[in-house]
């Protein structure tokens, strides 16, 4: 598996990390925080609803009001990170991705 650590030192406000299955189940957040499995059943939401209109989901960017979330959709789960508003939303997609291709390896 990659290294959630690693990613979110890499990621300027960064604040959590997670990798969760498909059905929302998370498999390794740091930190361990409770409010990431309710994130993780919202992503897994979406995933389910735009997999029924046949679309490919690959990533989501989604503002809220005091943070940022960005998710990418890998081949057996997703990847997210939890970051304020003042978060580098491109690092952090380059640092899921890269996470995505460690996962494989």
């Known amino acids: 598996m990659g290294n959630l650590k690693q990613t979110l030192e890499a990621i300027d406000g960064a604040t959590d990390v997670f990798f969760c299955g498909y059905d929302g189940i998370v498999i390794e957040k740091i930190p361990n925080k409770d409010d990431i499995d309710s994130i993780s059943a919202y992503c897994a939401t979406a995933y389910k609803h735009f997999k029924i209109e046949n679309n490919e989901f690959k ?3 989604c503002l809220f009001e005091r ?3 960005v998710v990418r959709w890998l081949e ?3 990847v997210g990170v ?3 508003l003042d978060g580098n939303i491109g690092r952090a997609k380059l640092e899921l991705n890269k996470y995505g291709r460690r996962f494989y390896q």
């Open 59 to 61: 990533e989501m960017i």
């Open 82 to 84: 939890c970051m304020g």
């Open 67 to 69: 943070s940022i979330l």
């Open 76 to 78: 057996d789960g997703f």
